[in-house]
């Protein structure tokens, strides 16, 4: 099956540096990419994502790139605020006769300092 | 959140009791999934479903059970519940055609 590899673990940085976290994943078959962030104590919520046949997406101060070839993708955050932290998963996904399976990474707990 | 509403949203339980939790959609969405959260781990997918009555393995699928009898619900059931399944339970909702997963508020399950 699918494995998702990500990292950093922890991450910390100023109030209006950049944060960027990478993804790798294993399956060729994957061909959706989301971002979620999750707050502390509510589910995790989709932030960006991005398809197999496209290699960087914008929405404000996110982006997301993706590497097929290298199979590996990131998220990037510009600008950050406070309200950026939280922990963000990236996650792979696969479509099967059966309906989409996610695989997802272990997350990322982002700390952006006032 | 809106459109799924997981319960209960927090439960305390001893080893070997059983342990239902429901999922419930108002999304008319096809796919329902239950990942649960452990530190370290990420979220690992336990059951899913594709349909009414139609519901398949995950990764973590040991020592629980599922059932869909309506669309709009699914059932994650602990038939003898372990200090091993002290976890944050989450409920994730999907169509085909948009392959968006959408998250409930989670569960959190404590056994004692």
């Known amino acids: 099956g699918e494995n998702v590899e990500q990292h950093p673990s922890t991450l910390s940085v100023q109030e209006g540096d950049s944060a960027v976290i990478k993804c790798t994943y294993s399956?060729?078959?994957?061909?959706?990419f989301p971002w979620y962030k999750q707050e502390l104590g509510k589910g995790p919520q989709l932030i960006i994502d991005?398809?197999?046949?496209?290699g960087e997406k914008k929405d404000q101060r996110i982006a997301v790139t993706l590497n097929k070839t290298a199979k590996h993708f990131s998220l990037h955050i510009t600008e950050t605020q406070p309200e950026d932290s939280a922990v963000y998963f990236c996650a792979a996904s696969a479509t099967f006769d059966t309906g989409n399976q996610f695989y997802f990474g272990t997350g990322t707990s982002l700390t952006v300092i006032p | 959140d809106a459109g799924i509403t997981q319960s209960p949203r927090h439960k305390v339980t001893e080893t070997g009791t059983p342990v239902t939790l429901r999922c419930h959609q108002t999304e008319n969405h096809r796919y329902m999934y239950w990942y649960r959260q452990d530190p370290g781990h990420g979220l690992r997918l336990i059951h899913y479903s594709y349909g009414v009555k139609d519901t398949d393995k995950g990764e973590v699928s040991d020592g629980y059970s599922v059932s869909r009898s309506k669309t709009e619900d699914f059932l994650l059931t602990l038939e003898s519940a372990t200090s091993s399944q002290t976890s944050v339970y989450f409920c994730a909702i999907s169509e085909h055609t948009i392959p968006v997963l959408t998250f409930g508020a989670g569960s959190r399950l404590t056994v004692l």
């Open positions: 399956d060729s078959a994957s061909n959706y």
């Open positions: 991005i398809r197999s046949n496209v």
